[in-house]
């Protein structure tokens, strides 16, 4: 098994390196002012500037639209080429995305946030040459952002299929009425567009009654009731919103692939969504654990160095080969789906959904304990990015669907999982662990 790097691979991800230590880092001070200054002025939910800024600067230089994958012949609708991005394979991007999870601002800098990458992919792969024009275009440009609405307070959304927002035809269009929240972006001033997933045919089949639709956002009633926080955190000007949807019209034409493929379009959204916040979240745990040696090596406790007391040992050698362990099962994951697709990989998707948080939390609790009293206030960020982490163990599927597939998954080696308790099993899979 060969884990050097290719040229490609090695060059790409550089690129972004030098771009964040060299271009991004020296502005932290600058972005966090402008951050200050905007809440004094009641100016929160505007966009920070100094992202404004860099921008431009990141497009010229190629690193722009990273996520979008080569491009694979499976477009549903429309073979165009326009709206291809970079091209770069999972595997490269993981690689960039790591750099990115660095600096929790940096992903907007290349135009690489959720949930607009998610986005911008289901519409790439499953909307009309009309769709794209209208939203990919802008949203490939930087030129607007948007949200996606699939979670509802009065259900438990982890299973879809609870999901009871309508999307009822309704002459030559569809009515849509529910209350969807956790409506990630839906706070900046630049989101025109959310895709909605909601049920089209009430009495259709298990998987076969849910769509997805375009929904513009400032279609009439369209009504953002509150912001919600995250351990106190806002997120602005990012945001997440509660969202009531009261007899919202939409034409036709507003409708992704088709009636009651809704399903069928998240299974192609979620495999590479959940994955990037991994490969992010890699980057949060080399972050917490830079910061963390760095505030041991520097503070004396009882006569010594802090990192010289036997705990914080024990503590970083378990931070480093989790991280170690974390990167190989993300990278697999990645590779696995640019050589067999994402349904081959979903289980490498779901142990890597699972393990990227859990992971990061451990070493970000550490690196707060590391910080004392400071860890837990904002001159600090380590209070933050765990309260941000945090919330990955819910999105795009809680730790408990994942587990589950994964232990069904180990489960299906030895028995029918279809089979009644008092049934045969059926005959053990020959192969390993088939003696047990």
């Known amino acids: ?153 009065d259900v438990a959304s982890s299973d879809a299929t609870n999901i009871e927002a309508s999307i009822i035809k309704d002459g030559n269009g569809w009515l849509i009425n529910g209350r969807k929240w956790w409506s990630s972006g839906a706070g900046d001033p630049r989101c025109k567009v959310a895709i909605l997933m909601g049920k089209s045919d009430p009495e259709g089949s298990r998987h076969g009654s849910q769509s997805m639709i375009l929904l513009p956002m400032d279609t009439d009633g369209v009504t953002v009731e509150r912001m919600l926080s995250v351990y106190g955190y806002d997120h602005a000007p990012h945001g997440h919103a509660e969202i009531s949807l009261t007899n919202v019209r939409l034409p036709a034409d507003a409708i992704l692939l088709g009636e009651g493929r809704g399903f069928e379009i998240a299974q192609g959204r979620l495999g590479p969504g959940r994955i990037h916040h991994c490969m992010r979240t890699i980057g949060v745990a080399e972050e917490a654990l830079e910061a963390m040696c760095r505030r041991l090596t520097a503070r004396v406790a009882f006569g010594k160095y802090i990192y010289q007391q036997s705990v914080w040992e024990e503590r970083v050698a378990r931070a480093r080969i989790d991280i170690e362990m974390s990167r190989l099962l993300c990278l697999k994951a990645a590779d696995m789906m640019d050589r067999a697709g994402n349904k081959a990989a979903r289980n490498e998707i779901a142990m890597i959904k699972v393990q990227a948080p859990n992971m990061a939390l451990a070493i970000l609790d550490d690196a707060i304990q590391a910080h004392g009293g400071g860890g837990v206030s904002s001159d600090h960020e380590l209070a933050a990015t765990w309260a941000s982490v945090r919330t990955l163990r819910f999105a795009d599927g809680p730790d408990e669907v994942h587990n589950r597939a994964i232990a069904r998954n180990e489960f299906a080696k030895y028995t029918d999982l279809k089979a009644k308790p008092g049934e045969p099993r059926g005959a053990v899979p020959t192969g390993a662990g088939a003696n047990i």
Not at 119 to 138: C, F, S
């Open 1 to 153: 098994m060969n884990f050097d790097l290719s040229d490609r691979q090695r060059a790409m991800r550089d690129r972004v390196k030098a771009f964040i230590d060299e271009k991004m880092r020296p502005r932290a001070g600058d972005y966090k002012a402008a951050a200050k200054a905007q809440d004094a002025a009641g100016n929160r939910w505007q966009p920070n500037p100094v992202i404004e800024e860099l921008k431009p600067v990141a497009r010229a230089e190629g690193l722009w639209n990273l996520f979008m994958p080569p491009h694979s012949g499976q477009d549903h609708v429309d073979d165009s080429f326009e709206f291809d991005g970079t091209q770069l394979s999972n595997l490269e991007y993981a690689l960039c995305a790591e750099e990115m999870g660095r600096v929790y601002w940096a992903s907007e800098v290349f135009n690489c946030s959720a949930p607009d990458t998610g986005n911008m992919e289901v519409i790439h792969r499953y909307g009309t040459r009309e769709q794209k024009d209208r939203w990919l275009a802008p949203l490939m440009n930087g030129e607007i952002r948007s949200a996606f609405l699939m979670t509802e307070p």
